[in-house]
């Protein structure tokens, strides 16, 4: 079957640095996104990755590792708006869009 | 300019009642996925259209589930006879190109739907 792991929940601190880390089995792979979503809101584009290596962008950054089926998301600086679920998403063989459960991160002044 | 927008936001259904649920994507906008997500879960694919060609309807739970798109821009989904498991959010995302995996999906805030 298909899988995409992720922790749960996470907490950090504000002006702290945290990585959110992602693993996926699936059939075939044609990159991976990971989202934003605020509770009660649309889920945001944050970054999409599908060669290997970083990808920076302002305060976040993600990483792939597609032999080891491994990305994370690296979030600088903390704010209080950076509470929020952020969703590790993958497109399979078929360009079906897998998504994982979202890891809720919690910021703590 | 405007993005995906989604209406009711809030449904409540009794059981056995028809809902269909409706999604306004961004104009000019070629794809339109519908998703299905519940509580603290993340989203589940239903089904995909490419203009009005509904290309993919593999992630459709059962039969009673519809969709349609028939003038390639607004999006209904019609869920039939209502269950308690249907109860969800239901997210709809479009985006720019045919090649849906090139380009960014855009979600709307989806229609929350109860099933009492």
């Not at chain 2, 519908?34 to 992630?59: C, H, R, V």
Request: hydrophobic share 30%; net charge negative; aromatic share 12%.
């Amino acid at each position: 079957g298909q899988n995409i792991d992720q922790p749960t929940e996470m907490t950090a601190t504000e002006g702290a640095i945290v990585q959110i880390n992602c693993t996926y089995q699936t059939s075939g792979f044609n990159g991976l996104f990971w989202y934003q979503q605020h509770a009660g809101e649309a889920p945001t584009f944050l970054s999409y990755n599908v060669l290997d290596g970083l990808e920076e962008k302002g305060r976040f950054s993600s990483f792939l590792s597609r032999s080891k089926g491994y990305s994370y998301l690296l979030l600088k600086e903390l704010q209080m708006k950076d509470s929020a679920s952020y969703l590790c998403a993958v497109y399979d063989s078929n360009y079906q869009l897998i998504w994982g459960a979202g890891t809720k991160l919690i910021i703590k002044p | 300019g405007a993005g995906v927008s989604q209406s009711p936001r809030y449904k409540v259904a009794k059981r056995g009642q028809d809902v269909a649920l409706r999604c306004d994507p961004i104009s000019g906008h070629v794809s339109l996925f519908w998703y299905q997500q519940a509580l603290g879960q993340g989203p589940e694919f239903l089904t995909y259209f490419q203009n009005e060609a509904q290309l993919d309807k593999s992630g459709l739970p059962s039969d009673r589930f519809f969709a349609e798109r028939p003038e390639g821009s607004v999006s209904t989904l019609k869920i039939q006879r209502t269950q308690q498991e249907d109860s969800a959010v239901y997210l709809c995302a479009s985006s720019l190109g045919a090649e849906q995996h090139i380009y960014e999906q855009y979600f709307g805030p989806g229609t929350r739907l109860t099933v009492t």
